[in-house]
């Protein structure tokens, strides 16, 4: 499964299924985001805090990498992405989800539009907000309140890992 389904697949989770049709903009975002050939994802305390360190998450074609106790795992990619997002659309029309535009601002001297993504049936703190990039239409950062963030880079700035380090 690729970052983004990766990443994003809680959202539905924890929102308790799929989203409203007023979430055109999100899927749009995410689907778009999850197409690009080269993208990393680190995990960070909140979009301010700088990009150190190695990324959580790396895919770069139909190859992701992982890393869990400090080691890069190998992934396949498969269509996941295309099924996770199919599966979400397909059942928007129940209605157990919102998306919601929350404003606009800045993120590392981008433009940016925020779309949080939450379910009427669960607490607050079970939503998200991803911040789209207005230029790209690509997915920068999702802020997950309380539990922090994860920014997402694109391009050639995304390198292999190296599996097992």
């Not at 690509?138 to 380090?165: C, R, S, W």
Request: proline share 5%; net charge neutral.
């Amino acid at each position: 499964m690729k970052l983004l389904a990766i990443t994003f697949a809680f959202a539905s989770v924890l929102c308790g299924g799929p989203a409203h049709a007023d979430c055109k903009q999100w899927f749009d975002a995410l689907e778009k985001s999850s197409r690009q050939p080269r993208f990393a994802h680190y995990e960070v305390s909140g979009p301010e805090q700088p990009l150190t360190g190695k990324p959580d998450t790396v895919c770069i074609g139909n190859v992701c990498w992982q890393r869990a106790g400090g080691a890069y795992k190998r992934i396949e990619a498969e269509e996941a992405d295309a099924l996770f997002f199919a599966e979400l659309r397909a059942e928007a029309k129940h209605d157990k989800a919102r998306c919601t535009h929350t404003g606009s601002g800045t993120y590392r001297g981008n433009t940016v539009t925020k779309i949080r993504f939450g379910s009427p049936l669960l607490p607050e703190q079970y939503s998200a907000t991803i911040w789209v990039d207005r230029r790209t239409g690509l997915v920068v950062y999702m802020d997950t309140g309380e539990l922090g963030g994860h920014a997402i880079v694109y391009g050639d700035a995304v390198n292999e890992p190296v599996a097992g380090k």
